[in-house]
């Protein structure tokens, strides 16, 4: 085929890798990704009979159709791995196709991958890799159970002596620097030593389980947390040394059966964050921009519900990144900047949560363009922009209907979006931090639970309310009264600050945040009477910041179950859990108690 006619085929190629590439980027079903591997697999069938060169190609395609016709066509999305390995012959295609279009001349079979033989063993070792993948991910959706036979010679010389035909069939006229032999015997080799690693690494004996039968076990689980601190409270009260040893067993094995529950649903989240590479490779190009994705931390295991709730919100903030952050390169070289930009995904474990960064080096947030939009919006008055502060500016992006963009395309300008981003991650118990520099970039922290099963909280009362805090989120508690020499509170304008060891920290008074659940300045009346409180003491935002309670109870793992809107108007709650001696717990929020207290302070 002459250079320019095969130059024009893998353009062709090219365009419809990334067309396939787009459908899986979207949230179709198995049928519609069927279809548009059907198409690409005739159009590469037609190519092969002009070029033989793009065999093993279209035999890749048409081995992914064959496994998508037995699926199940008509499910409504498309599985998240299916998606992932999909993507991954998608970009192997690519990669066998990009070689021929580099100024070959016509094929000729007696030169036949005449490239640079470390390019054409790559090549090969991809094929090999996403054929085993396919076969792989069909044994494992099918249920195939898969003996493995050791010391089976039987199998060993035919069928390596076959493949070395089939090799030497695509590399017929290569210079072969070892003798036939020789490489049946280092193929031996390979196989034995692959066999090897695979029987000592991965072949653990495992068993499925239907995954409702799980769900049901994790209830019961949970069921059984709340009888055991229904125990731990009756042997407490009844103050019985044997109850309260037969609780602690049940803590011992309840606590032990829950944690390897738990580690049947944790996944490592580089499934779901390996889509970003070619999602962000596929819109620099649609945008005509040029920018790299480091991705970094695919090994953290997070809960399989948790990882399938933040799919669309990261998929929102990357291409919000792509769109909104990052300027072409022209504007980029004029600056000083890189003419490439970089896009850093970066997931990690911090004080018993999992943390997303997306970083971008991109232009940052103009924070005088979002307080424009929010007046226009009526978001704001122009008394209180001044009383905001720099992160409060940035958290306005958050509210529905307000967008920086001035162009309305497919991907934003709708004002849509980064309110739904919010509230997804706040639906699953996670927080959304943001930061950003104009001219430099911004950074984006999603932050969640390891699981949503069960929370560890600290139990304090206020009044006569029993509420709970993540103990995650507290930093210390310290016991204040009037008497106390090493800790004071002092009322400046009305408002109490804790002195401790010369830090100041300020007290965020019940009324605060819980309006008419309590009375107002119960806090100081009950601090200058001489009563004994505890001040719960968490950081935000680098900030410390105290909370009066009574006393505090307990730390124990609970149940968090949502609260009806209508007893949650403000938010101020995160859940609500059922304690063993049958009271209700109220789960701070400390983000909206934050918010509640500025309006105070």
Not at 86 to 91: A, F, K, T, V, Y
Not at 280 to 295: A, F
Request: proline share 3%; aromatic share 6%; glycine share 6%.
């Amino acid at each position: 085929m002459p250079q320019s006619d095969l130059d024009t085929v893998v353009n062709a190629l090219q365009k419809d890798f990334s067309d396939v590439a787009n459908i899986l980027s979207l949230p179709v079903s198995t049928r519609h990704v069927k279809q548009g591997f059907s198409g690409l697999s005739d159009k590469l069938l037609s190519v092969v009979e002009d070029d033989p060169r793009f065999v093993t190609t279209q035999f890749l395609i048409q081995q992914t159709v064959i496994l998508l016709e037995f699926l199940e066509v008509d499910s409504t999305e498309t599985n998240e791995d299916l998606l992932v390995l999909l993507d991954s012959i998608i970009e192997t295609a690519r990669s066998e196709a990009a070689p021929y279009s580099k100024g070959d001349d016509a094929f000729d079979e007696d030169n036949a991958y005449e490239n640079e033989h470390g390019d054409n063993v790559q090549q090969k070792e991809n094929m090999v890799n996403a054929l085993n993948a396919l076969a792989i991910f069909a044994i494992d959706t099918f249920g195939i159970d898969v003996t493995l036979i050791e010391d089976a010679p039987v199998f060993d010389d035919d069928v390596l002596s076959e493949l070395d035909y089939l090799s030497s069939l695509i590399d017929s006229n290569a210079e072969h620097t070892e003798p036939h032999s020789d490489r049946i015997l280092h193929a031996k080799n390979k196989v034995k030593e692959a066999r090897e690693l695979d029987v000592q690494n991965k072949f653990e004996p495992t068993t499925k389980v239907k995954s409702h039968l799980l769900e049901h076990l994790m209830s019961y689980s949970e069921e059984l947390v709340q009888i055991r601190n229904t125990l731990a409270d009756f042997a407490e009260k009844q103050e019985s040394l044997a109850l309260t040893e037969l609780s602690n067993k049940l803590k011992t094995v309840s606590d032990g059966m829950l944690n390897d529950l738990l580690k049947t649903q944790m996944r490592p989240i580089g499934n779901l964050l390996s889509k970003y590479r070619r999602i962000v490779r596929d819109l620099s190009k649609e945008l005509g921009k040029k920018v790299d994705v480091e991705i970094v931390g695919e090994n953290i295991e997070l809960d399989s519900n948790v990882i399938d709730a933040i799919n669309e919100p990261l998929t929102h903030l990357v291409r919000n990144a792509l769109d909104h952050g990052f300027e072409t390169h022209d504007i980029r070289a004029a600056s000083g900047k890189s003419m490439v930009g970089r896009l850093l995904i970066h997931a990690y474990n911090e004080a018993g949560k999992v943390v997303i960064n997306i970083c971008d080096d991109g232009k940052g947030i103009d924070r005088e363009k979002v307080l424009s939009k929010a007046l226009s919006n009526g978001l704001i008055t122009q008394e209180s922009q001044h009383q905001l502060t720099d992160k409060e500016i940035l958290e306005l992006i958050f509210h529905p209907g307000l967008s920086t963009s001035d162009q309305v395309n497919a991907l934003s300008g709708r004002g849509v979006g980064m309110d739904a981003v919010k509230r997804k991650v706040e639906d699953i118990k996670g927080t959304i931090d943001i930061h950003s520099e104009k001219g430099l970039g911004t950074e984006i922290a999603l932050i969640f639970p390891l699981t949503m099963a069960t929370l560890k909280v600290a139990l304090f009362d206020i009044g006569n309310v029993t509420y709970a805090i993540p103990s995650s989120d507290i930093s210390n508690i310290v016991g204040i009264s009037k008497e106390e020499e090493s800790l004071s509170v002092r009322f400046d304008n009305g408002h109490p600050l804790l002195y401790q060891n010369n830090k100041v920290i300020p007290l965020i008074e019940p009324h605060e945040y819980l309006g008419e659940l309590t009375e107002k300045h119960v806090f100081r009346r009950a601090y200058q009477q001489g009563m004994r409180h505890s001040v719960v003491v968490f950081t935000h935002r680098g900030q410390q910041w105290g909370l009066p309670v009574d006393h505090v109870r307990a730390f124990l793992d609970i149940v968090i179950k949502p609260l009806d809107r209508s007893m949650n108007g403000n938010d101020v709650f995160a859940g609500a859990a059922v304690l063993g001696s049958g009271d209700l717990a109220l789960v701070m929020n400390l983000k909206k108690v934050i918010q509640f207290a500025r309006s105070y302070h």
